[in-house]
Structure formats: C-alpha cells, structure tokens
C-alpha cells in the first residue's frame, strides 16, 4: 500500500562508518558509526565520502583523528578520535591526563590513563563498548570490541578501538574486534587500524615508536523500497 509521503522518495538501509583515530600511547577510537533501517533519500544524485583513518604519528589533536563519513548532509558519521573526542574517542594517556569521549549514538569513551608520568594508555572506544581502562602502570587497556552488523548480507563487526602502548618491553595489549590495531611497547609492535571496517590504531609508546595507522570507513545503503 501506498503512503501520503512525498513521491520521489526511496527508501533505504543505510551503515555509514568514519575513519579510526592514530593514536599517541592510549589506543585510537574506532570511526563513528551510523546506522538505520527507514532513511529516506531523495531521488537523484547524493555525494557519498568515505573518510580516511588518521594518519600515523600525528600526535596533537585533531591531527591524528579519523575522517567523517557522509550521505550528502543527512547521515554524518564522525572521524574516531586519536588522542581526543570523536565519534569513539582516543585512550588516554598519562600527558593528556584523561580520555576522548564518543558521540552518543556513534561511539563510546576512550580508556583511562594512570596519570603518572611515563605510563602505559588506556584502550579506544568503538561503537560497540568503551575502551579498557589503564590496568597497571605497565599495561595498557585493550581496545573496546566493535559492533556487528549485517547489511551487506553476512556479518561483519566494524569500528573496533586501538589497544593502549605498554611502558617498557614485552606484548602489547589487542584491539577490539572490528579492525582495532594492536597497541605496541618500548621500541615497537603498534599495529593499523583495518581499511574500510573504520578501526582505530594501536599505541605507541614514546615519540620514536611507530603509532598505528587508522583504518578507512565504509559507507553501505540498501534499497527497500519507494514512497
């Protein structure tokens, strides 16, 4: 049956995914993740941008932060956070003194830090939980595990956050599920974020170290029907 909306009206399902956050030592925010099941888009022609993640070893906010995702101005997902707010925000570190926060509706808070000098990060939030936060002085929070979905026909989890840097050597901490990187330790390890599920990098821990990469968003839009 037909309804009283507007003609020319299609009906859609619609995932729209930002880019992750590069970290400093907390762990990169998975990139902001906007879903739905009744959008409604105009016939014609929509511009569609899919952001890139941050780029490595950018370290003052927002210079690592991810890039937004977007259906022309009607769905806007925001870049995951590298070491501030975001659509998932970035661990904390203990410089920075505190966590990035998530967009509600798009993400959640970045791991806390211990806040004493030369210390391990906390983990990146991502659309599925927050971040861990800082367990030990020597071991960083993992990353938040990421959200699943399935629009484009199996099921997929996206947006994972970045493991925090561990002070001094040995393993580093995960990522989450979803493309979160994992987190490095003194002289390496960090790993990116993966391209096109929207994961955030793993931490690096001192300004020599390699900091993860954040990985690309996707955009997915399903056709339902017409009104």
Known sequence: EKSTWPPNHLIVEYMVIAGGGSPQIGGGGGGGKLEGTDGVLTLGTHACT????GPAGENVPPLGDGNESSIGSLYVAEGGGGTGNGGSGGGGYYYQGTFGEGIA???NDGGAPIVVQNLAGGGGGCAGQAGQNCQAERTGGTGGNGESDSITGSSVTYCGGG???RYGQGSGTSGGSGGGGNGGWQGGGASDGTANLGGGGGGGWD???YKGKGGSGIIVVRY???R
């Open 50 to 53: 899919v952001g890139a993640g």
């Open 105 to 107: 509706g798009q993400g």
């Open 163 to 165: 493991g925090g840097a």
């Open 207 to 209: 300004a020599t170290d």
């Open 224 to 226: 339902k029907g017409d």
